[in-house]
């Protein structure tokens, strides 16, 4: 079965502070692992995926496959960073598993 | 480019009524995925487009029907609707397999 757990609904910061979104999966081949994020009123985009390894508005995300995590971070949040998160998973290029399979979203709010 | 579009932005129906939702890809894509999104939940994969033919299915019953066409546009048909298929419904487009999928800004349906 292919799942994605992201544990917190809600999670509130102050502008400054270092801000952590968590993410559990559960594949049984190799995995793509996204973090997708919406804005208000806007549409669910793309934000970083493992394979690149960069870092997008500051935040960074590391493929753990021991715990099986993947966990979005960025050491010093921003108001503009208050969004709904979603982590998202794909089975690895090569297989017939096209799919992304997403976690239920955490919503992040940056406070002043 | 004004990235994957989908119509109607809202729409209500009735139970029992079916209706037909509608997807452009980005210019350049040739795969279509369709996802369902219930009230505070993850996006859901119904079904991908690829070549015209449906290449993956996710989890959901026959009442759920998709088309892709020659220009790589994508028709989502739901019959005999039920409350329960209220929810937004999202249009991903991408190129290739290991492709970033874009999504849509969704359509709204409603269920009476």
């Known amino acids: 079965a292919q799942r994605v757990t992201q544990p917190e609904k809600l999670l509130s910061v102050f502008k400054g502070a270092p801000v952590e979104l968590k993410c559990n999966y559960s594949y049984s081949g190799s995995p793509e692992l996204f973090w997708y994020v919406q804005y208000s009123r806007q549409r669910l985009q793309l934000l970083l995926r493992h394979i690149s390894r960069e870092s997008i508005k500051g935040f960074t995300a590391d493929l753990n496959k021991g715990e099986t995590s993947f966990h979005l971070k960025k050491p010093f949040a921003q108001e503009e960073d208050s969004a709904m998160y979603y982590c998202a998973l794909r089975g690895a290029s090569g297989g017939s598993n096209y799919k992304l399979t997403f976690g239920k979203g955490t919503l992040l709010t940056v406070n002043p | 480019d004004a990235g994957v579009t989908q119509s109607p932005t809202h729409l209500i129906k009735t139970r029992g009524q079916q209706v037909t939702l509608r997807c452009s890809p980005k210019s350049g894509h040739d795969t279509v995925s369709w996802y369902q999104q219930a009230l505070g939940q993850g996006p859901q994969f119904i079904f991908q487009y690829y070549e015209e033919e449906e290449r993956q299915r996710g989890n959901f019953p026959d009442r759920f029907s998709g088309h892709q066409f020659p220009n790589y546009s994508s028709e989502l048909n739901v019959n005999a609707l039920l409350l329960g298929d209220s929810a937004l419904y999202l249009c991903?487009?991408?190129?290739?397999?290991?492709?970033?999928?874009?999504f849509g800004p969704g359509t709204r349906l409603t269920v009476l």
């Open positions: 991903a487009s991408n190129w290739g397999r290991a492709d970033t999928q874009y």
